[in-house]
């Protein structure tokens, strides 16, 4: 028996957590890999907002009305952004056409202070999804994870509890089935 060929993700790309994936970190979420390695792979889950404002996190910084985000599961102790600021970011690394990640972050404080930034602009994040050498593959081989394009209107969706539905939806086929399955089968 040959084993079933997969594309590996790559950076600028999204992970769909499949229907019934029970992990409550990833339970249908929706994951930016914004880097991949050989070591391993870096993400940022886009769907899951926090009922915290970058404000509450941050102490010593310009007011700033922007709503945090749970990125994952792995040092939550760490803010992570995404953006749409482009070159104007220095160190910002291009992940698709309108969506950069990270940057300098004296650069992001300076453009909010100045007002040359808007909350729909950037997304911050707590803590990041990560998986080791290996990792990711062995659970694309389970079937785990679905890879679709990323777009900045994903990042910067003004409805994150929607988007992991949307983005199935928009892959069509049996992906636009997958979107309507109920989260509990017992609940069909």
């Known amino acids: 028996m040959s084993e079933e060929k997969f594309?590996?993700?790559?950076?600028g790309e999204l992970l769909l957590a499949e229907p019934f994936m029970m992990d409550q970190n990833f339970r249908r979420s929706v994951v930016l890999i914004c880097e991949s390695k050989e070591e391993g792979v870096f993400g940022l889950i886009l769907n899951k907002p926090l009922e915290l404002k970058l404000n509450d996190a941050l102490a010593e910084f310009p007011a700033f009305d922007a709503s945090l985000h749970f990125g994952g599961p792995v040092q939550t102790d760490t803010l992570?952004?995404?953006?749409?600021?482009?070159?104007?970011?220095?160190?910002?690394?291009?992940?698709?056409?309108?969506?950069?990640?990270?940057?300098?972050?004296?650069?992001?404080?300076?453009?909010?202070?100045?007002?040359?930034?808007?909350?729909?602009?950037?997304?911050?994040?707590?803590?990041y999804a990560g998986w080791g050498y290996g990792q990711l593959v062995d659970e694309m081989r389970e079937n785990s994870w679905i890879i679709a394009g990323a777009r900045a209107e994903h990042v910067f969706s003004s409805k994150p509890d929607e988007l992991w539905k949307e983005v199935l939806?928009?892959?069509?086929g049996d992906?636009?089935?997958?979107?309507?399955?109920?989260?509990?089968?017992?609940?069909n």
């Open 80 to 127: 992570h952004y995404l953006h749409n600021l482009g070159d104007d970011i220095e160190g910002s690394v291009k992940l698709s056409n309108g969506l950069y990640w990270g940057g300098n972050f004296e650069a992001i404080k300076a453009m909010i202070e100045q007002e040359s930034v808007k909350p729909a602009d950037i997304r911050f994040f707590l803590g």
């Open 169 to 172: 939806n928009s892959l069509g």
């Open 7 to 11: 594309h590996e993700p790559h950076s």
């Open 175 to 187: 992906y636009k089935l997958m979107s309507n399955f109920p989260e509990s089968p017992l609940l």
